[in-house]
């Protein structure tokens, strides 16, 4: 797949690039995208959630009231799960929700991704660039030439670049990440996805080998 390289403001630089089809034009695995997405979201919880049980509650362990006579159940402790205060039965303990994914299918899981968007032609290929200053302005009417306002794009840059990165970071429906830092959460979320000349090249490199 053949593309043209654009500058920020939108025109055509008058050089192509070819996408390579075994990164962008692969048939996608879904399952792959599922287990990798479920992952990324999986690893961003905490996990430190906690209720007490009944052996925790802060209270008198006492018996309330005999055991027989009165016609009501028996009941030995006011830490009972059936009673207001008392400690919650199988309730939530910290825990670790990460878990284990094969490189392999990590890998199939972001060419799947890279693929739906060369699919969509929703890929945009820029000429590496830099901004002089900080500006989130800058960065307004560079998506704004590339038509791609009411939608969220996803910046992907070759190296880290902090005046590019800190211009974006107010914005609410852009993200700028290296290509190092690509994932395959980040690429479906995303409506655009911009990559820089330089970012595409270190993910032929990483992908192939």
Do not use: C, W
């Amino acid at each position: 797949m053949e593309v043209n390289i654009l500058n920020i403001s939108g025109k055509e630089t008058g050089t192509k690039v070819q996408l390579s089809d075994s990164i962008f034009g692969i048939e996608p695995n879904d399952h792959a995208i599922y287990l990798d997405v479920k992952q990324f979201l999986a690893n961003q919880r905490q996990g430190t959630h906690k209720s007490k049980q009944r052996n925790e509650i802060a209270g008198s362990t006492r018996k309330l009231y005999k055991q027989k006579g009165t016609g009501g159940a028996r009941a030995g402790s006011v830490k009972s799960p059936l009673f207001n205060g008392g400690g919650r039965v199988f309730g939530p303990q910290p825990r670790d929700y990460s878990f284990k994914l094969n490189k392999k299918l990590k890998v199939l899981a972001r060419k799947s991704a890279l693929s739906y968007k060369a699919q969509d032609n929703n890929i945009v290929v820029l000429e590496d660039f830099t901004f002089d200053a900080v500006k989130t302005k800058s960065y307004v009417q560079m998506v704004a030439d590339l038509n791609a306002t009411d939608v969220k794009t996803l910046l992907v840059l070759g190296a880290a670049n902090n005046n590019v990165y800190l211009s974006s970071r107010n914005l609410k429906k852009t993200k700028v990440v290296t290509a190092d830092q690509l994932n395959t959460y980040d690429v479906l979320n995303a409506g655009k996805l911009l990559l820089t000349a330089g970012a595409l090249k270190t993910l032929e490199e990483a992908f192939a080998k």
